[in-house]
């Protein structure tokens, strides 16, 4: 056992030595006066990996000494000290470890890739309606989109796609709001009607909203951001994808309250979204149509009752 680690250092000792001998002398010595006998001498450099700890003199010479954890050198060297190991940036994480005798490599996180012109990781686009991906992106590179191919039929028609709006009045419904190009119309029965106002009803299109304004990742993260949850919620929003942030806004949606619903536009408008004024829009006009609808009345037994 001793006889086989012997002979592995001497190996690593070897390649080491022949490492050195390949690179040119200039690169390995540099000029240094005495100060005590001011005579000029050539000093040797130390290698990757360490650091000089004291300069060559007359009768000896430059003394390295290893780079602490936490510290590396990659050239040939005669600094007092090694480097501090970087830290990896924002939506970054490491990709290699930092060692003596290189810097740590970094990569963006899952989910970003990296822009050279701003240098910076930025979010993989999400591909729009109507497009699918065509290579999934990568940490180098972003996600690239392409059309849906359309495979026509003798019965294709341009609104194969489209769906047609429900009918209130069929279901015995009321109609709260007409359906348009996004979303589905919102019907309630007449016990709602007497319970619920337009911040209810405005919970069954945000969903649709969101995903049909295809807001920015940045603005969507910032609208996120301000929603009132618990603070440590808040926090992760930084690092979620613009998918992670619909999930999480959808699941706030299904469990917030009318009131806190009625609050939306005025959040998008500070995140600085400009589809507010529709979102505004929307539960306005809820809120005259719940105004506008006629008491319900049912038959019982001959008697007409108003609820």
Known sequence: MLVSLFSLLLLLLSLR?????????????????????????????????????????????????????????ELWNYISRCLRCSACGYYQEVKTACTAERDCQCQCKQGYYYQSHNDMCSGHKECPSGQEV????????????????????PTTSALQNCTQHKSC????????????????SVCANCQDLKSKDGGDYLKEILPAFFVHHNIPGRRLRRFAHRLPTKESKKQAVSGLTTSELHSLINTWVASATASQIRKLPA?????GVNSDDRLLSKLERLDSNL???????????????VI
Request: neutral net charge.
């Open 291 to 305: 105004k506008q609808i006629p008491q319900c009345a049912i038959d019982i037994q001959g008697d007409v009752i």
């Open 134 to 153: 065509l290579t999934k992106g990568t940490p180098d590179e972003d996600t690239v989109c392409r059309n849906v191919p359309t495979r026509p039929t």
């Open 267 to 271: 959040i998008l408008k500070n995140a």
């Open 17 to 73: 030595v022949a490492r050195s001998e390949d690179v040119p002398p200039a690169v390995r010595t540099f000029t240094y006066t005495d100060s005590a006998t001011e005579e000029s001498l050539e000093c040797e450099k130390c290698p990757p990996g360490t650091y000089l700890r004291a300069r060559c003199t007359a009768t000896q010479k430059s003394l390295c000494a290893p780079c602490p954890s936490g510290s590396f050198t």
């Open 169 to 184: 009045v069929a279901s015995g419904l009321k109609q709260v709001l007409k359906g348009s190009a996004w979303h589905d």
